[in-house]
């Protein structure tokens, strides 16, 4: 076996040389514009998510373990540590499947990037509006590029890719927010990403995916913390040959590509084609719930008039989500395509009022997710990644009919990107849910106008629950 040199590090240290050196000058307007956007949208996501069960097991059995309480629980008046506080946080903002994700680098940015961020707003002073947005887009941009690297393969074969690659997102960001110089980034880097982890069975029924991305977020957090005190990390991380991320978390060498890890980093922002959700479910049955919507819309039709649903998708989105559905929980129920398409045609709505614990066990429901069939079409699949959220709906009446719509980007992403107001208009929503009016409206209008904040641990104290 080969052991490469531990100096053979061009990806890596081309990486932390960027995340090191950006500087919020040198972020165009229109990135800055949609990262406040999709601030906006992270946070009201997790404030909807405080008072769900998983959150409220995760936040009481943590507190129990904390002396130190520092930092906030967003939507709560509870305080944790840091890192604590960072677990949890991520956790939020996944807890109800209706956060954002990168569909090329198949992960979920705001979750892994914003609470460890939060977190050192309130531990460290002196770092402002303006830094916190800077260190988000450092974050935003690593990732997503990192996902890239390993491609759709990655899920396919049962890593959680928002899990697994968000600890770069995390750490890319905090490095960003503590100012770290360029060699302590390349330990960051390396300290995160040998704490990354995430199973996809988690998707079967478990309250643990939720978690996925708060670990990841510590994890960031960890790395970026322990390199500035002189821990030091992988430093070759994605490149070696041995025991490296890509080599490890990929089944062979052809798998990856490294050229990803750092193509137009600097000039393209990954920013820009990061996708919001407007359906309370996993990414990729967004675009097969859009097409029955516009099938719906323009032909009228009851769900009794359905003789069956046929949907020709990638093979990842088969294997992620065209199983078999049955009863196990909200998560299996969210991240189940059959179900969802059951949901949206009984509903009219696939969003947090539809997954309750009546909706998720109901026969009726179950019955007609039993109608729809996912299968797999070469021809969508021979696309690849950027392509892998691609559908080809069939709605087959009983009388004979045929209804066909195909759909390659779902609403809110990059192609049909949210106006503010609807980004807005979603965040009140969700945190009115939790929070006071006047407060969810001092959050909206500070995030919105986060470059002119002197201090970014405003923004922390007032995601707190009074």
């Avoid at 992960?107 to 947005?133: K, N, Q, Y």
Wanted: charged letters at 20%; glycine letters at 10%; hydrophobic letters at 45%.
């Amino acid at each position: 076996m080969s052991h490469d040199s531990v100096a053979d590090n061009p990806c890596t240290r081309k990486m932390a040389a960027f995340v090191s050196g950006l500087r919020y000058a040198q972020i165009p307007e229109e990135v800055v514009g949609r990262i406040k956007l999709l601030i906006l949208d992270s946070l009201g996501c997790a404030i909807y998510a405080v008072d769900l069960e998983w959150s409220r097991i995760l936040i009481n059995t943590l507190g129990s373990l904390d002396s130190s309480t520092t930092c906030g629980v967003w939507g709560t008046s509870v305080h944790l540590s840091a890192p604590h506080a960072a677990l949890v946080n991520g956790t939020l903002v996944q807890g109800f499947e209706l956060d954002d994700v990168h569909r090329v680098g198949v992960m979920h940015v705001g979750a892994v990037t914003l609470p460890p961020l939060c977190a050192l707003a309130e531990i460290r002073t002196g770092l402002s509006g303006r830094d916190f947005l800077t260190a988000a887009v450092a974050g935003y941009e690593i990732g997503p590029r990192v996902g890239m690297c390993m491609g759709q393969e990655h899920i396919g074969q049962g890593w959680h890719q928002g899990a697994t690659v968000g600890v770069f997102s995390a750490a890319a960001g905090a490095a960003a927010f503590l100012r770290l110089s360029e060699d302590q980034i390349v330990h960051t880097l390396g300290i995160a990403g040998t704490q990354s982890s995430g199973l996809m069975a988690a998707q079967y029924g478990s309250m643990v995916k939720r978690m996925h991305a708060g670990r990841a977020a510590q994890s960031g957090l960890y790395g970026a913390l322990l390199a500035e005190a002189g821990f030091t990390g992988i430093v070759n991380v994605f490149e070696s040959e041995y025991g490296g991320f890509c080599t490890t978390f990929s089944r062979s060498q052809d798998r990856f590509t490294l050229t990803e890890l750092t193509s137009g980093l600097g000039e393209r922002f990954e920013t820009m084609l990061i996708s919001l959700k407007f359906y309370s479910c996993v990414g990729s049955n967004h675009t097969t719930l859009d097409a029955i919507a516009a099938i719906r819309a323009r032909r009228p039709f009851a769900v009794e008039d359905v003789e069956r649903i046929v949907v020709r998708a990638s093979q990842v989105t088969v294997d992620h989500v065209g199983w078999k559905y049955r009863p196990a929980g909200t998560t299996a129920a969210q991240l189940n395509l059959a179900f969802c398409v059951a949901t949206l045609l009984l509903e009219g709505d696939v969003f947090v009022d539809q997954f309750s614990e009546a909706a998720i066990t109901n026969p009726v429901r179950i019955a007609l997710a039993d109608r729809v069939q996912v299968v797999n079409d070469p021809d969508i699949t021979a696309l690849g990644t950027k392509f892998r959220h691609m559908v080809k709906v069939e709605v087959v009446l009983k009388d004979g009919t045929v209804l066909s719509e195909t759909v390659e980007a779902p609403r809110g992403s990059e192609r049909r990107f949210a106006t503010e107001a609807e980004v807005v208009e979603k965040f009140e929503k969700l945190a009115g849910h939790v929070l006071p009016a006047p407060q969810v409206e001092s959050i909206r209008d500070v995030v919105l106008h986060l470059e002119q904040l002197p201090h970014a641990k405003t923004l922390s104290n007032l995601l707190k629950r009074p």
